[in-house]
């Protein structure tokens, strides 16, 4: 079953706005990813945070974890045409022999 | 480009054919992952490999199996192909256990 629970499922904004994408999990973790995936394509590593961080930048990203809610969001401030694409959250277990466990993602489309 | 290949990118096949799909992971990455993405389950982990040795698995069927050959590249079986197995399959591979690096996938269609 999935771990994480991307919210929205689907958000529409116009180029230059901020996307706000939130993740909710389930079970204690040892650090929490975002990976972006262009339509049919393959999965692209954004960014890591570890479950003693609480809010982790890079580039227009930026990611905070709240851990006593078991959530994070992810930021991308600034959107372009080309942020358009699926954005999954992915936690690492701290028990268990999954090494990643993915929510459903959320489709963004960022409108020209 | 992830560094990580797959072959082949699309295949088409028949209910109770059997299919291989093949994975060269990132120079150096010792890990090897599968993933099955389909519309209605998102993207399911499969099984992953260390160095040859199956180290975790997960929503794998018992009609697939993987395996890591010593130059690391690996392969995914499917057997007794159903409908429902139409998918994309995506492997990654990784360094440290925490950044995977996915391929382009195979889209596998079913018919």
């Known amino acids: 079953s999935q771990q994480g629970e991307e919210d929205p499922q689907a958000l529409s904004i116009q180029e230059g706005e901020n996307a706000t994408m939130n993740c909710s999990y389930k079970?204690?973790?040892?650090?929490l990813q975002w990976y972006r995936q262009n339509s049919g394509r393959g999965l692209v590593h954004l960014i890591l945070?570890?479950?003693?961080?609480r809010e982790k930048h890079s580039g227009r990203l930026r990611v905070t974890l709240d851990t006593s809610k078991k959530s994070s969001s992810l930021l991308i401030t600034a959107s372009r045409a080309a942020d358009t694409a699926s954005y999954f959250c992915?936690?690492?277990?701290?028990?268990?022999?999954?090494?990643?466990?993915f929510g459903k993602g959320t489709r963004l489309s960022v409108i020209a | 480009d992830s560094g990580v290949t797959q072959t082949p990118k699309h295949l088409i096949t028949a209910t109770g054919q059997r299919v291989t799909l093949r994975c060269s992971p990132r120079?150096?990455?010792?890990?090897v992952y599968w993933y099955q993405q389909s519309l209605d389950q998102g993207l399911q982990f499969l099984i992953q490999?260390?160095?040859?040795?199956?180290?975790a698995k997960g929503n794998i069927l018992e009609r697939f199996s993987a395996q890591q050959f010593p130059d690391l590249h690996s392969e995914l079986n499917l057997s007794s192909l159903e409908l429902g197995d139409s998918a994309l399959y995506f492997c990654?591979?990784?360094?440290?256990?925490?950044?995977?690096?996915f391929g382009p996938g195979t889209r596998l269609t079913v018919l």
């Open positions: 990654a591979s990784s360094a440290d256990g925490n950044e995977q690096f």
């Open positions: 079970t204690s973790i040892n650090n």
């Open positions: 945070i570890r479950s003693n961080e």
């Open positions: 992915a936690t690492v277990p701290n028990s268990g022999n999954t090494p990643l466990v």
């Open positions: 120079s150096g990455d010792l890990s």
């Open positions: 490999y260390y160095n040859g040795e199956e180290r």
